[in-house]
T-cell receptor, first 114, second 113 residues
Framework: EAQVTQNPRYLITVTGKKLTVTCSQN?????MSWYRQDPGLGLRQIYY???????DKGDVPEGYKVSRKEKRNFPLILESPSPNQTSLYFC?????????????FGNGTRLTVT | DAKTTQPTSMDCAEGRAANLPCNHS???????VYWYRQIHSQGPQYIIH???NNETNEMASLIITEDRKSSTLILPHATLRDTAVYYC??????????????FGTGTRLQVTL
């Protein structure tokens, strides 16, 4: 089944403890992206990647890192998480990064930083 | 990307057609209209997209006005499982440049018995 898989679904951690949220897609998509969703602020893009070894900042990249060493994987790294990074995170992918290529989302990771 | 305007909420009786409007009066000629929905806190689900012509798939129909300044998403026979927040998004298509989806606040559709 074609899908975007994120892990873990739920994560509770403490301030400053490095963590990684994994994202994998099995559709051979070139474009991948991370979003965070907060009440009243909607979905905001964190980082995106047009292809392997190509990543770029989205609207809210501060405090996050990403890497794209393989086409299928796009992990989100929080080197030193803070409480303001408590949020619902979504990974998404599409065949291309342009307008005629629907974005497909994973089921989300709910992160709580205490 | 052009901004969209949607009603905050709508109700629809189960079995009836749900017609969700979207205004995108500043849309450019190279911008697609996309519809997504989000059920509870699940990942947004792609529904349909179009450029100029009306589109239909197994989930819904998309009607775009001739001047492209507005569109309507039609769920032909709404069920309780269609209760969700529906997002109308315009997305530019520029080859070689990433084109992100900018989500607004959407329309909360409540399907009732």
């Amino acid at each position: 089944e074609a899908q975007v898989t994120q892990n873990p679904r739920y994560l509770i951690t403490v301030t400053g403890k490095k963590l990684t949220v994994t994202c994998s897609q099995n559709m051979n998509h070139e474009y991948m992206s991370w979003y965070r969703q907060d009440p009243g602020l909607g979905l905001r893009q964190i980082y995106y990647s047009m292809n392997v070894e190509v990543t770029d900042k989205g609207d809210v990249p501060e405090g996050y890192k990403v890497s794209r060493k393989e086409k299928r994987n796009f992990p989100l790294i929080l080197e030193s998480p803070s409480p303001n990074q408590t949020s619902l995170y979504f990974c998404a992918s599409s065949l291309k990064g342009q307008g005629d290529s629907p974005l497909h989302f994973g089921n989300g990771t709910r992160l709580t930083v205490t | 990307d052009a901004k969209t305007t949607q009603p905050t909420s709508m109700d629809c009786a189960e079995g009836r057609a749900a017609n969700l409007p979207c205004n995108h009066s500043t849309i450019s000629g190279n911008e697609y209209v996309y519809w997504y929905r989000q059920i509870h806190s699940q990942g947004p689900q792609y529904i349909i997209h179009g450029l100029k012509n009306n589109e239909t798939n197994e989930m819904a129909s998309l009607i775009i006005t001739e001047d492209r300044k507005s569109s309507t998403l039609i769920l032909p026979h709404a069920t309780l499982r269609d209760t969700a927040v529906y997002y109308c998004i315009v997305r530019v298509a520029v080859t070689g440049t990433a084109s992100k989806l900018t989500f607004g606040t959407g329309t909360r559709l409540q399907v009732t018995l």
